[in-house]
Antibody, heavy 122, light 110 residues
Framework: EVQLLESGGGLVQPGGSLTLSCGASGFNFDNYVMTWVRQAAGKGLEWVSSISRSGSSTYYADSMKGRFNISRDNSKNTLFLQMNSLRAEDTALYYC???????????????WGLGTLVTVSS | SYEVTQPPSVSVSPGQTARITCSGDAFPWQNAYWYQQRPGQAPILLIFKDTERPSGIPERFSGSSSGTTATLTISRVQAEDEADYYCQSADRGGGYPHWVFGGGTKLTVL
């Protein structure tokens, strides 16, 4: 079955760190750009970060740059998001998503996981 | 920072046509993408590159773009279409996009 499954969420104190994982199955993981998108409770979607197929290029939303680090292990079909210096406003459901890019043009985020909840609170 | 703007809510009766707009200064040269999110579920891609539909998405869902406005049109609306709808675009050209999402539009089927 083609799917993404996030894990690693939980309760963390402000200023703390957390690493999220996203396991992929049912498709050729290294053929796709991978992305993290988050959603605070009752709020909209917010792009967090993306990583190229090889992992050599990474991209971040301005508010996450310098605090978050995206990486991937293509041998294990797994995407990661290391989050440091966490703030209350980072509290959200974090989704991983697959992006299909054909001839340099994005075909959108066509596969999403169910998300993992991160709560930043003392 | 760049923003794309959607109406907070749209209401429509079953069988009618719903149109959800998304406004952004970059739309003349950036594509629009649309997602449906039902309560408690992950988003689903409905439209990519302004007008294209992924396999498995009903033809009732269509997209268009003109000037600084992209539009998602849902024809023959059904009760199951009640959901939040998000547009997505990018704020810069060249290299990998920095993606932005609209605030979402709640579609209510009366």
């Amino acid at each position: 079955e083609v799917q993404l499954l996030e894990s690693g969420g939980g309760l963390v104190q402000p200023g703390g760190s957390l690493t999220l994982s996203c396991g992929a199955s049912g498709f050729n993981f290294d053929n796709y750009v991978m992305t993290w998108v988050r959603q605070a409770a009752g709020k909209g979607l917010e792009w967090v970060s993306s990583i190229s197929r090889s992992g050599s290029s990474t991209y971040y939303a301005d508010s996450m740059k310098g605090r978050f680090n995206i990486s991937r292990d293509n041998s294990k079909n797994t995407l990661f998001l290391q989050m440091n210096s966490l703030r209350a406003e980072d509290t959200a459901l974090y989704y991983c998503a697959r992006e299909d890019i054909l001839t340099g043009s994005s075909r959108g985020f066509d596969l999403w996981g169910l998300g993992t909840l991160v709560t930043v609170s003392s | 920072s760049y923003e794309v703007t959607q109406p907070p809510s749209v209401s429509v009766s079953p069988g009618q046509t719903a149109r959800i707009t998304c406004s952004g200064d970059a739309f003349p040269w950036q594509n629009a993408y649309w997602y449906q999110q039902r309560p408690g579920q992950a988003p689903i891609l409905l439209i990519f590159k302004d007008t294209e539909r992924p396999s498995g998405i009903p033809e009732r869902f269509s997209g268009s773009s003109s000037g600084t406005t992209a539009t998602l049109t849902i024809s023959r609306v059904q009760a199951e279409d009640e959901a939040d709808y998000y547009c997505q675009s990018a704020d810069r050209g060249g290299g990998y996009p920095h993606w932005v999402f609209g605030g979402g539009t709640k579609l209510t089927v009366l």
